[in-house]
């Protein structure tokens, strides 16, 4: 037996035996039939089974995932190539773009700044300032990740006048995720897989304004799905197809329900002038700034 015959675990499908937990942990045998990290579970979930479908996780940090199909694309644009899922064998690929800060810039604003007394204050607040408000909030506080990859970047709020105030600050600061999910989007289009529509799940999905406002700096139509704890939902699949309770993709898909889409309807050139103002807020925190 060669030494990596001993050393390294059986490579197995994502719906497969991986074996059981020990009656003493939870008063009975509970078989292990489905294995998938956080985010492809998510994907799994959100039933993206086909080559250009997307999902992107709104929780602490942001995840964007698009399934590439039977290719394992590598990026040129410092995405990450990754397995979605494998089933009888064939894997499926997907391209990853990764956020550190997505919804913790909201919880900043809570629990950091204490300029709201809730998260969902700030949908309420957003709704009230006008998207001329000339504020970026750049959310750096442990760098950038995709597509920058900067860890020593660091957080900056610019285009503060006398007529800033708490809604301002605090609509930039959602207006930052959606900015980094377009950040993704042109990476990936660069790469040669745009999304065409984007399924979205995490907490933050719960916000009307944050995902409208999302819709519009994409371009591109967003669904947010009746059930938004997608990653919990995919490794059930995974598991529900190995026992049967499923019995084929197909069968999953027709299960996906749209709960509210939301559709691009700002002009191509606000889109444009607000995602330059973005980059260019990008580029003054970059540590290396050639």
């Given at each position: 037996m060669c030494i990596r015959d001993s050393l390294l675990p059986e490579v197995k499908d994502s719906s497969d035996d991986f074996g059981s937990t020990e009656e003493r942990l939870f008063g009975t045998v509970i078989p292990i039939n489905g294995m998938a990290g956080d985010q492809q579970a998510a994907l799994f979930g959100q039933t993206c089974f086909e080559k250009g479908m997307a999902k992107s996780t709104y929780g602490t940090g942001c995840f964007m995932m698009v399934n590439t199909g039977d290719v394992a694309l590598k990026s040129s644009h410092r995405l990450l190539t990754t397995i979605a899922y494998r089933l009888n064998g064939k894997p499926t690929y997907a391209l990853e773009g990764s956020i550190f800060i997505a919804g913790a810039t909201i919880q900043w604003l809570r629990d950091g700044l204490k300029i709201i007394a809730n998260a969902s204050d700030a949908e309420s607040l957003a709704e009230k300032t006008s998207l001329e408000h000339g504020v970026y909030m750049v959310p750096a506080f442990t760098g950038l990740g995709a597509p920058y990859w900067d860890p020593n970047a660091r957080g900056a709020i610019f285009g503060l006048t006398r007529d800033t105030g708490i809604k301002e600050i605090v609509t930039a600061g959602l207006q930052s995720v959606c900015y980094q999910s377009k950040d993704l989007q042109k990476a990936m289009e660069k790469d040669g897989t745009r999304p065409s529509k984007l399924r979205v799940d995490g907490g933050m999905v719960a916000n009307n304004w944050v995902m409208q406002f999302l819709a519009d700096i994409l371009g591109a139509p967003v669904d947010r799905p009746?059930?938004?704890?997608?990653?919990?939902?995919?490794?059930?699949?995974?598991?529900?197809?190995?026992?049967?309770?499923?019995?084929?993709?197909?069968?999953?898909?027709a299960k996906w329900e749209v709960e509210q889409r939301f559709t691009p309807v700002m002009s191509k050139e606000r889109r444009d002038t607000l995602y330059a103002g973005w980059k260019n807020s990008v580029k003054r925190v970059q540590s290396d700034k050639e």
């Open positions: 009746i059930i938004t704890e997608t990653t919990a939902l995919g490794a059930a699949y995974l598991a529900g197809l190995k026992v049967g309770i499923f019995d084929s993709l197909e069968a999953l898909s």
